[in-house]
């Protein structure tokens, strides 16, 4: 057991019980999303559609797969991990993460994580998204390029955002700095995909550094 641990226990990031970060009935209770799904967004589809219509609007993903709905202890847990510092729900998040991608046979060379802008990272103190990443590339035995992707200037909250504030929001906001990308694959990481804006957007980015393609991936989606 780790010191912290036992000093601390772990507290449930979905229902606060005490024993795990994330404990077997809320991680069971967690909705999988489930096909129909898009296959080029991943966003769930009813019965009668086959695409959701999203290539025009996400030209440089690849691909954007989500382990979870956004809802009930997945959304508790997120929220906690995101703005109340429980930094540990890294693991048992990117762990879902990274079951739904090998069932679905999603592979890469590298992984990158979506970054913050300077200012809310001082606010936070820490991006959840590195953290899901590192914790993703140590279960998926995936690489970090060298370089950093970087959000080239503060960005409004998208939370309450209509699609096209969203899109417009975070049009040219980020940039590769560092080596080209020498078309390797990547999982581009973050913890929520609502519209694949912010996601497309870093694509985009990675893509005039070279790389190849990109896929995008989520803990949890938001259904729109």
């Not at 979905?14 to 967004?41: H, I, K, Q, T």
Request: aromatic content about 4%; overall charge positive; glycine content about 10%.
């Amino acid at each position: 057991m780790h010191l912290l641990d036992f000093l601390l226990p772990p507290r449930c990031g979905g229902c606060r019980r005490v024993g795990a970060w994330l404990c077997e009935r809320c991680r069971a209770s967690v909705r999988r999303l489930e096909e129909p799904l898009c296959p080029r967004c991943g966003v769930e589809l009813d019965s009668n559609r086959r695409e959701c219509g999203c290539r025009a609007r996400l030209p440089s993903l690849t691909r954007l797969r989500s382990a979870v709905a956004y809802e009930g202890p997945a959304e508790a847990a997120i929220h906690r991990f995101k703005y109340g510092g429980w930094r540990r729900l890294a693991s048992p998040l990117a762990l879902l993460l990274a079951e739904r991608l090998v069932v679905e046979g999603v592979a890469a060379h590298w992984v990158v994580a979506v970054p913050l802008h300077r200012d809310r990272m001082r606010q936070r103190g820490f991006n959840q998204a590195e953290l899901l990443a590192g914790e993703l590339g140590r279960r998926l035995a995936l690489e970090r390029p060298a370089g950093e992707l970087v959000r080239t200037r503060p960005t409004p909250p998208q939370v309450g955002n209509d699609r096209r504030t969203r899109f417009a929001n975070v049009k040219d906001a980020f940039a590769w700095r560092g080596p080209a990308l020498d078309g390797r694959a990547i999982l581009l990481i973050d913890d929520v995909a609502t519209t694949g804006a912010t996601l497309d957007a870093c694509a985009n980015a990675l893509g005039r550094a070279g790389s190849g393609p990109v896929i995008g991936v989520s803990v949890a989606r938001v259904n729109v």
